[in-house]
């Protein structure tokens, strides 16, 4: 990534850090999860309310850097009224648009294209994937499972449940 390629991308990206829809923890959610990335500390605690199968509320807290807010944004954004079984595939997506160069999401999520040059950005990998990991955390916490693994690679992982 060259120079203009990143300012660029932290140009649009700062638009929607500076204004992360529901940024507030829910009174009574069905679960809560916080996650960190241990590579720089950014962390985002998210609240889910499911009702058949469905998010009915969300609320979510984020102290991350740029890229991670910006994904949480979006988040944010579209996550109200989709499927829990479109929100693990979405976290499946993302890791695999960020680490195999796979395709960025479409649909409803498409805005997370813009994400995409953060490819090369590999330490920031985990703040990107925070609100992602968090969702499945908790949506494996409302379901009864234990949590999936967020990355199958041996060493330090990308995000931690905190």
């Known amino acids: ?59 979510q807290k984020v102290r991350a850097c740029t890229l991670g807010a910006a994904a949480a944004a979006i988040v944010g954004k579209h996550i109200v009224g989709r499927p829990t079984t479109e929100l693990r595939e979405l976290r499946d997506r993302m890791r695999a648009m960020l680490k195999d160069e796979g395709p960025p999401p479409q649909g409803v999520w498409a805005e997370l294209e813009i994400l995409t040059p953060a490819r090369d950005l590999v330490s920031r990998h985990g703040s990107i994937m925070l609100a992602f990991d968090a969702v499945v955390a908790a949506l494996d916490e409302i379901e009864g499972r234990d949590r999936e693994p967020t990355d199958k690679a041996s060493g330090i992982p990308e995000t931690v449940r905190a």
Request: glycine share 6%; net charge negative; hydrophobic share 40%.
């Open 1 to 59: 990534m060259n120079e203009n390629e990143l300012q660029a991308l932290y140009a649009q990206v700062l638009r929607l850090a500076d204004d992360i829809p529901r940024n507030q923890r829910l009174e009574q959610p069905d679960a809560s999860v916080r996650m960190v990335s241990p590579l720089c500390g950014s962390q985002v605690t998210v609240d889910l309310v499911v009702r058949d199968g469905l998010i009915q509320d969300y609320g």
